[in-house]
């Protein structure tokens, strides 16, 4: 029940894009097309922008899209913005019918 | 209007109980595996514990297992979380989270607003 490693931290300028990575194993992001992706702002409850790997919820903005290539998921924010500025956390199912989040990201617009 | 209202969190001794409690409106209760994901200040979020939506399958992380126990009660559309034994890493904001496994599903969503859970002497 080892947590998903993601960067402690990625930046961007207005407009630019960003990518998170988010590596597990076999046994959890590897495992199952189960990943998600959470947008938490100060002070407040995580929100979900990305589920089964790449789709996006109604009302998500198109610019954030999500990937996965074997033990190793991705979020892309394209086209940077202020409100973007944010904790990114990942999540997947796990072999144990568990859940594990990643470390998180602080992503910040310069 | 989807709502998850945690209570129950508070200041407590290491070695103390605490019980924390779930209320669910705006959305079919009883359609929803119910989770507990707590937040630590400095080492992000945590998945904690689970319960499906007819209590068949009840799961925990390791680190609480045999001091945490995980209930519901869908008359009442809550969920529950009895602390026993709190450590000071057990210190976090709580957080009650819906997952739709009934509908396939395996996000969370929707989320509560937390109740904080602070373990000092």
């Known amino acids: 029940q080892s947590a998903l490693t993601q960067p402690a931290s990625v930046s961007g300028s207005p407009g630019q894009s960003i990518t998170i990575s988010c590596t597990g194993t076999?046994?959890?992001?590897?495992?199952?097309?189960?990943v998600s992706w959470y947008q938490q702002h100060p002070g407040k409850a995580p929100k979900l922008m990305i589920y089964?790997?790449?789709k996006r919820p109604s009302g998500v903005s198109d610019r954030f899209s999500g990937s996965k290539s074997g033990n190793t998921a991705s979020l892309t924010i394209s086209g940077l913005q202020a409100e973007d500025e944010a904790d990114y956390y990942c999540?997947?199912?796990?072999?144990?019918?568990?859940?594990?989040f990643g470390t998180g990201t602080r992503v910040t617009v310069l | 209007e989807v709502q998850l209202v945690e209570s129950g969190g508070g200041l407590v001794q290491p070695g103390r109980s605490l019980r924390l409690s779930c209320a669910a409106s705006?959305?079919?209760?009883?359609?929803?595996?119910m989770h507990w994901v707590r937040q630590d200040s400095g080492r992000g979020l945590e998945w904690v514990s689970g319960?499906?939506?007819?209590?068949?399958?009840?799961l925990y992380v390791d680190s609480v297992k045999g001091r945490f126990t995980i209930s519901r009660d869908n008359a009442k559309n809550s969920l529950y979380l009895q602390m026993n034994s709190l450590r000071p890493e057990d210190t976090a904001l709580y957080y009650c989270?819906?997952?739709?496994?009934?509908?396939?599903?395996?996000?969370?969503?929707?989320w509560g607003q937390g109740t904080l859970v602070t373990v000092s002497s």
């Open positions: 705006g959305f079919r209760f009883d359609d929803y595996d």
């Open positions: 076999s046994s959890d992001v590897g495992g199952y097309n189960f």
């Open positions: 319960i499906s939506w007819n209590s068949g399958s009840i």
């Open positions: 999540s997947s199912h796990t072999t144990s019918a568990t859940y594990v």
């Open positions: 989270v819906g997952v739709g496994r009934i509908f396939g599903r395996n996000w969370f969503d929707p």
């Open positions: 089964d790997v790449s």
